[in-house]
């Protein structure tokens, strides 16, 4: 099993929710991030007082899935969280050692 | 018996004037126009402090503070309406020397329900004189927002709305030697305004900056509460400035008209003003602007034309910007919410273009421009004496306060915020 981390634009979300469960990707968790790439941050100006915001926001997508899924996953995000334009973001892959449903106790592939 | 016969007789001839002269209405000269525009005046003059002030201060500070920003107004409206009950009234509005008011009306000695100020009862000119006490209190917190313990606000404030408040508001409104020499400030630009900034500025420096200014984000966490705090205040403003005619009349209506007028230009001002230096119109630059604006008109509201109201907000949009995002920097102070610069300044250049804009036929005394240069002078004397007595007492106030409870939290509850250090809350 691979579990796979993607950073996105926020806007980008439905787009990369929708082409994945076309995949048959059965769940995935989101969280609203922040951080920094080559995009960089702004900056802000308050009466004078200048701030520099060097992270950026951003959508933390993480699903779990079968091995044989994972090319064709990570090609999906990569395709549906593309504009072309910096700060697209980045897609990250790990090996996956257990997976265990909490409501039935299954474990690993039949958890997915 | 007879004395009855005779208040009957007296009543009977006050009813036959009253048939050929409604203003004569009553005997005691009460009129029900302008006692219904001050009961109103003074409702939404408080409302400028509560919620006004606490959005408009607890917008601009970082999230962990907004509670303690708030409560600095919130806590400064019920701790000076007793002060202004117990001893503020009288020393403000009572019998005494040059200098401040007497004992006469401790407690509100005398207020019974018949007595009267003019044509509206003494209840409703105490009332809405005390919501003047509890905004100037009220605008003092932002210079000291994020640091100060409020223990020592406390002290400081109530002790500030005795010792420096009711005196100058004794000095220009109440009988004083400012009044006397022919000051004009018709709404509180030199007794609400320079007072509260010239307190904001030494409290500021007094207490230092707050922990990482300079080099930490210090942005305000939530722009769209100090839009709606601003807004407060724009039309509060109108029971500010056009309650200060104390009547439902034409002076009223005047300052309410210039009141707009201005505030708009000074709002108008600081956006372009900054449009031109920092690229970009900011929401809080619209919003300060107009604030700026409405400090400045205040003294001159009910002396001063349309045409003097757009010269006055413009130049003080202008000047307060200045002040804001040039001044500060330069000389290095840490007024958090910008005090001195848009109440201090703002009013020190509304006193000022007052003496240069009255006009005769509206306030019963010209300006500069029309020929009496001396105004000018007399609005600076009463800058000046205002400057250096708040200085001086603000000063001796704090010191003592530190000496006692000391000023600041310590760095660790600075760090921590101070809605959960001091109040045991937070917004989340």
Known sequence: ?112 | MRQTKSISFLAAVVWAMAAVNPALAREDGLSSGDTAWMLTSTVIVLMMTIPGVALFYGGMVRKKNVLSTVMHSFAATCLITVIWMIIGYSLAFSEGTSFVGGFGKLFLDGMTVEAMSGSIPESVFMTFQMTFAVITAALITGAIAERMKFSALLLFLGSWSILVYSPVCYWVWGGGFLGDAGVLDFAGGTVVHINSGIAALVAAIVLGKRVGYGRENLAPHNVVLTVVGASFLWVGWFGFNGGSAVAANGTAGMAMAVTQIATAAAALAWMFAEWMTHQKPSVLGIASGAVAGLVAITPASGFVGPAGALAIGLIAGVVCFWGATWLKHKVGYDDSLDVFAVHGLGGITGAILTGVFAVEAIGGTAGALEGNVGQIGTQIYGIIATIVYCAVASFVLLKIIDAVVGLRVDEEQEREGLDIALHGESVT
């Open chain 1, 1 to 112: 099993m691979k579990f796979i981390m993607a950073v996105i634009k926020p806007f980008k979300l439905d787009e990369v929710r929708e082409a994945l469960t076309e995949l048959g990707v059965q769940g995935l968790t989101v969280s609203e991030v922040q951080g920094f790439g080559r995009q960089k941050g702004h900056t802000e100006f308050y009466r004078g007082a200048e701030y520099v915001v060097n992270f950026v926001p951003k959508i933390k997508v993480e699903v779990a899935v079968s091995d044989e899924l994972e090319e064709r996953v990570v090609e999906c995000i990569q395709q549906a969280a593309q504009t072309g334009q910096i700060g697209d973001g980045k897609i990250f892959s790990f090996d996956l050692d257990t997976a265990v449903r909490i409501r039935t106790g299954e474990t690993n592939e039949q958890a997915l």
